[in-house]
């Protein structure tokens, strides 16, 4: 029996990888399949089986490529409706795997479909149990994401006795959830990406003994806004999305520098820069938005930009392929190809350019004394600031700057930061994309403001 996490750093999202006498089980696979049909042939075994523990909301599954790659069943748990065939799971029915089993318990709270897999070895004991989006480490899942079918208090009162079946388990059963830190499908999941039941029932909030009535209030209050994207992802999960194959075909394709501003005049596309953040402040096309490939680069787009608008890429040469790779984890199906040679090349045919001016810790400093009008803006999740932030700094957290970039003047001075300077040099694109000319980024961000002589409030 082999049993291994594929973990997604970029999505925070865990993918499973289950294999017995020459049969494999995938749970939870990411768009890009490619990797499952590697490991399968490289064992010489074949996947019999495609387990979803509901419809994900934050990334493309890659369960309907991979059924049809491979002829494999697709198995969601009680009252799935979908568009595409599917097998319909009993609550604790089983499903043999060479010299395991896998048997679906249905575990309802973050959607009404979501189910856990309770993996028993070939003696029969349970050995692991793979609890999707319904039990985290350190945390459950969000139950506000049906968008008005349901109330955020109803699905967790259904977690709360689904819940029970999982502390019903041996203390030694190993938990593999869907997601780690970073994802926006709990509230604060801790840093491990696995657990056991034992370790999750001593230090896990939602597990103490409390009432049904408190258990709701534990799980629903503090919940920040789902990223719109998710309602889409859940839906294309759910009834079906373009091939991973067409989605690469129709992104990899070079443009000219003159294609390239033909485009961008006829199809009026978001222009999206996958460069690391260093390189982008220096020179970019004027309007674009840096997403960098060293953070969770997908997620951010996806929050930021509608899946639907067609989008333009400027990459590093040689990261086209991962740059769209990425983007399709999350449903964009419109990228209408990338800019050949980069930004180099724009540069070179003496096209404009923009720029984002950086300032140090030093010089944040002296702006904020000598300009008292400047708007010290902070764009760190509302947690984040509560734990400590500058003085008179305006909250205004990354996801919420295309709603409320309004109440800001665009004649202002903006001094924008993060925790470490990936989001804020979102914001800092973002900012100038919609007019805002005096804008800067504080290099290093609120770790190392930290450091320097400046009026903090609550900082640790």
Known sequence: MKVEQLYTN??????????????????????????????????????????????????????????????????????TQTSFDVHVANDNESFQLGEISITVLHTPGHTPESSSFLLKDKNGKDYCVFTGDTLFVGDVGRPDLLDGLMTKEELASMMYHSLKKLTALENDVIVYPAHGPGSACGKNIGKETFSTIGEQKQSNYALQPMSEEAFIQAVTEGITPAPSYFFKDAKLNKQGYASFEEVMKSGLVAHGVESFKSILEEKKPIIIDSRLPDFFELGYIPGALNFGLNGQYAIWAATIVDLHHPVLLVCKPGTEEESIQRLSRVGFDHILGYLQGGFDAWREAGEKFDMVISISTEEFALD????????????????????????????????????????????????????????????ASLLKKEGFTNVKNVWGGYAKIKEEKIDLVGSI
């Open 368 to 427: 904020t004394k000598h300009n008292p009008k400047a708007v010290i803006l902070d764009v760190r999740k509302p947690s984040e600031f509560q734990s400590g932030h500058v003085l008179n700094a305006v909250s205004m957290q990354l996801s919420e700057i295309p709603e409320k970039h309004l109440e800001l003047k665009k004649d202002a001075e903006i001094l924008v930061h993060c925790a470490g300077g990936y989001r804020s040099m979102v914001a």
């Open 10 to 79: 970029c999505l925070a999202q865990a993918a499973y990888y289950i294999e017995s006498n020459g049969e494999i089980a995938i749970i939870d696979p990411i768009r890009d399949y490619q990797i499952y049909l590697d490991k399968a042939k490289e064992s010489g075994s074949k996947i019999k089986y495609i387990f979803e523990t509901h419809f994900h909301a934050d990334f493309v599954s890659g369960h309907i490529d991979l059924a049809k790659k491979t002829g494999a069943t697709i198995i969601y748990g009680p009252t």
